[in-house]
């Protein structure tokens, strides 16, 4: 059962990039006449989206099988879940909208997703007792599923600065937007670099000192540039650690983002050398005929309903399973803390939309700046900031 699930969602990744150049290529035909009406390329393009989909709920329902329990136990199976979600929420908004453009770069991100989880152990295993609850399934699914409505307006937003940010004269937006890119692209270098070193079989081990003062062992499958809290080194001949972290910090995971922010960098410097252009410019093209009202308001009805949506989920259920496993209503855990700060952003988000009228770039870049908040809850939250939700 774990072999046919692993298989559904590879299935699903092979169909989510096909589709994506399916709807590359609609993008394509320039009579006005086909562009007012769904044309071949993009109804392709949604039909093999519907079905990786499909494939991917069955990954997710065979998982489900397999474990005994909602397969959002970990952070790779969270990852995957959001991927799902950001899909399904991808098809349908592009059955109310009929916008092909959208899927060139919503579902790049739903691969980057996919990828970036199937980095992380992928093992089933048994729950820990807080998570031993019907509100496992009711809390993170809802959550992860208003945080990926919530991703279309980033997508929706990046296709909007892509058009009207000027690319032939340097500025702050340029340069915002290009690190914006800069992020999408790093994630490859996370996934090429955990590949590298996985094929070759790196591991380092560490003895050191946890935050409760206990004796505790730590393996870095990436060569060490940060070392954990009062570390030993039981590996001998591997790179010694340029720095020690606080027990705080969970230097091994830190250590990871380090690699991939350096992977990235390789990544963006060969395109950059090659095209020699910004990764916004070679971009242009594929937004050109986009109606600019249509994306923006694409965007604002993302925010719209994922909004309460990820209210409920990740405030007002989490708060409800935090009373019942650990008698408290809040504790201010790292977690809790981001999913407030994603709270009050995308509430302040609806209010400069509503009674500022922000529209256009303004709401853009607010789509873009959400969108880095969730990402940031998603990798470094979990990864390098330990806290009472560190079991994902």
Same mark, same amino acid.
């Given at each position: 059962?774990?072999?046919?699930?692993?298989?559904?969602?590879?299935?699903?990744?092979?169909?989510?990039?096909?589709?994506?150049?399916?709807?590359?290529?609609?993008?394509?035909?320039?009579?006005?006449?086909?562009?007012?009406?769904?044309?071949?390329?993009?109804?392709?393009?949604?039909?093999?989206?519907?079905?990786?989909?499909?494939?991917?709920?069955?990954?997710?329902?065979?998982?489900?099988?397999?474990?005994?329990?909602?397969?959002?136990?970990?952070?790779?199976?969270?990852?995957?879940?959001?991927?799902?979600?950001?899909?399904?929420?991808?098809?349908?908004?592009?059955?109310?909208?009929?916008?092909?453009?959208?899927?060139?770069?919503?579902?790049?991100?739903?691969? @980057?997703?996919?990828?970036?989880? %199937?980095? *992380?152990?992928?093992? !089933?295993?048994? $729950? =820990?007792?807080? /998570?031993? #609850?019907?509100?496992?399934?009711?809390?993170?699914?809802?959550?992860?599923?208003?945080?990926?409505?919530?991703?279309?307006?980033?997508?929706?937003?990046?296709?909007?600065?892509?058009?009207?940010?000027?690319?032939?004269?340097?500025?702050?937006?340029?340069?915002?937007?290009?690190?914006?890119?800069?992020?999408?692209?790093?994630?490859?270098?996370?996934?090429?670099?955990?590949?590298?070193?996985?094929?070759?079989?790196?591991?380092?081990?560490?003895?050191?000192?946890?935050?409760?003062?206990?004796?505790?062992?730590?393996?870095?499958?990436?060569?060490?540039?940060?070392?954990?809290?009062?570390?030993?080194?039981?590996?001998?001949?591997?790179?010694?650690?340029?720095?020690?972290?606080?027990?705080?910090?969970?230097?091994?995971? @830190?250590?990871?983002?380090?690699? %991939?922010? *350096?992977?990235?960098? !390789?990544?963006? $410097? =060969?395109?950059? /050398?090659? #095209?020699?252009?910004?990764?916004?410019?070679?971009?242009?093209?594929?937004?050109?005929?986009?109606?600019?009202?249509?994306?923006?308001?694409?965007?604002?009805?993302?925010?719209?309903?994922?909004?309460?949506?990820?209210?409920?989920?990740?405030?007002?259920?989490?708060?409800?399973?935090?009373?019942?496993?650990?008698?408290?209503?809040?504790?201010?855990?790292?977690?809790?803390?981001?999913?407030?700060?994603?709270?009050?952003?995308?509430?302040?988000?609806?209010?400069?939309?509503?009674?500022?009228?922000?529209?256009?770039?303004?709401?853009?870049?607010?789509?873009?700046?959400?969108?880095?908040?969730?990402?940031?809850?998603?990798?470094?939250?979990?990864?390098?900031?330990?806290?009472?939700?560190?079991?994902?």
């Amino acid at each position: 059962m774990v072999q046919i699930s692993s298989n559904l969602l590879y299935i699903a990744f092979i169909l989510y990039l096909i589709a994506t150049f399916f709807f590359a290529g609609s993008i394509k035909i320039h009579s006005d006449k086909a562009a007012k009406k769904t044309n071949r390329w993009s109804l392709i393009g949604i039909l093999i989206t519907i079905i990786g989909f499909v494939s991917q709920v069955g990954y997710f329902i065979t998982r489900w099988i397999a474990g005994g329990h909602a397969p959002v136990s970990n952070l790779f199976e969270f990852t995957t879940f959001f991927g799902m979600m950001l899909v399904a929420a991808f098809i349908i908004i592009y059955f109310i909208y009929k916008t092909p453009v959208l899927g060139v770069f919503t579902l790049p991100v739903a691969l @980057l997703v996919i990828a970036y989880a %199937s980095m *992380f152990p992928k093992e !089933i295993t048994p $729950l =820990i007792p807080a /998570l031993q #609850s019907d509100w496992l399934h009711i809390h993170v699914t809802t959550a992860a599923a208003g945080e990926a409505i919530l991703s279309i307006s980033f997508a929706a937003g990046l296709i909007y600065l892509i058009k009207h940010v000027d690319q032939t004269r340097r500025s702050q937006r340029t340069f915002w937007l290009e690190l914006t890119l800069f992020g999408l692209i790093a994630t490859l270098g996370f996934i090429a670099v955990s590949s590298a070193f996985s094929s070759a079989g790196y591991e380092t081990k560490f003895s050191w000192v946890d935050k409760r003062g206990s004796d505790a062992e730590t393996v870095y499958h990436m060569p060490a540039l940060v070392g954990p809290h009062k570390y030993e080194m039981k590996t001998k001949g591997n790179m010694a650690p340029l720095a020690e972290m606080p027990a705080m910090v969970n230097a091994e995971k @830190l250590n990871t983002v380090i690699w %991939s922010l *350096f992977g990235g960098i !390789i990544i963006y $410097l =060969i395109i950059r /050398l090659v #095209s020699r252009r910004r990764v916004a410019a070679l971009l242009q093209p594929l937004v050109r005929r986009i109606d600019l009202n249509l994306v923006d308001e694409i965007g604002y009805r993302s925010v719209l309903i994922g909004f309460p949506i990820f209210t409920l989920g990740a405030l007002i259920f989490a708060m409800i399973w935090a009373q019942m496993a650990w008698t408290r209503f809040w504790g201010w855990d790292p977690k809790e803390v981001w999913a407030l700060v994603t709270f009050l952003f995308y509430a302040v988000f609806l209010h400069l939309r509503l009674s500022k009228g922000w529209h256009g770039e303004k709401s853009a870049w607010l789509a873009v700046i959400g969108f880095v908040i969730i990402m940031f809850n998603l990798i470094a939250v979990n990864l390098v900031i330990a806290g009472l939700h560190s079991y994902a």
